[in-house]
């Protein structure tokens, strides 16, 4: 059974920088994509991005001036890195690990979340 | 960006009820949609893919159909731990993005 667990300080302040860890297990992390979305409290889903084993991302644009997601595959973990926070980046924040079917994409399985609280 | 809306926003039903929840994308997906189930406290759960494809485990009393637009996620005899709230997403293009979520709630 693949399970992910999300890792990080859930307390960040203004204007420094969030960074949580995925850490995998039950499977390897090669050969697959894992994706990063977040749940502002009361809120709906937002796509951050996602990163392919070997490296190659793709970004949220809304983000992706603040955003680097990577990956150690020696570990099976994967990380997110977003800069310069604002109370606007509160959230709860899930990994998740991305499968495709002939091409259609899906997240599978997702790990429990982190409340990330940006606050001074 | 391509926007998905879902309707309704939120609705009440009883045990043993039939539920449809739809999803509209602002332009064309082919089949490109999923559906995910979350409930208070939880992480989100995939539901379909490929817009009526069931995932693995997933009881059939879900059941999902459309493409291009116009989506439906159903689900036969509402059981109590369907009590949830239900996104769909589009898988068609980055950015991905989710619709704004419809929250069963029991009657």
């Known amino acids: 059974q693949v399970q992910l667990q999300e890792s990080g300080p859930g307390l960040v302040k203004p204007s420094e920088t969030l960074s949580l860890t995925c850490t995998v297990s039950g499977d390897s992390i090669n050969d697959y994509y894992w994706s990063w979305i977040r749940q502002p409290p009361g809120k709906g889903l937002e796509w951050i991005g996602y990163i392919y084993y070997s490296g190659s991302t793709n970004y949220n644009p809304s983000l992706k001036s603040r955003v680097t997601i990577s990956v150690d595959t020696s570990k099976n973990q994967f990380s997110l890195k977003l800069t310069s926070v604002t109370a606007a980046d509160t959230a709860v924040y899930y990994c998740a690990r991305r499968i495709t079917t002939s091409g259609w994409y899906r997240d599978d399985y997702w790990g429990q979340g982190a409340l990330v609280i940006v606050s001074s | 960006d391509i926007q998905m809306t879902q309707s309704p926003s939120s609705l009440s039903a009883s045990v043993g009820d039939r539920v449809t929840i739809t999803c509209r994308a602002s332009?064309?997906?082919?089949?490109?949609l999923n559906w995910y189930q979350q409930r208070p406290g939880n992480a989100p759960k995939l539901l379909i893919y490929a817009a009526s494809s069931l995932h693995s485990g997933v009881p059939s009393r879900f059941s999902g159909s459309g493409s291009g637009t116009d989506f439906t996620l159903t689900i036969n005899s509402l059981q109590p731990e369907d009590f949830a709230t239900y996104y769909c997403?589009?898988?068609?293009?980055?950015?991905?993005?989710f619709g704004g979520g419809t929250k069963v709630e029991i009657k």
């Open positions: 997403q589009q898988s068609h293009s980055a950015p991905l993005t």
């Open positions: 332009q064309s997906i082919s089949t490109y």
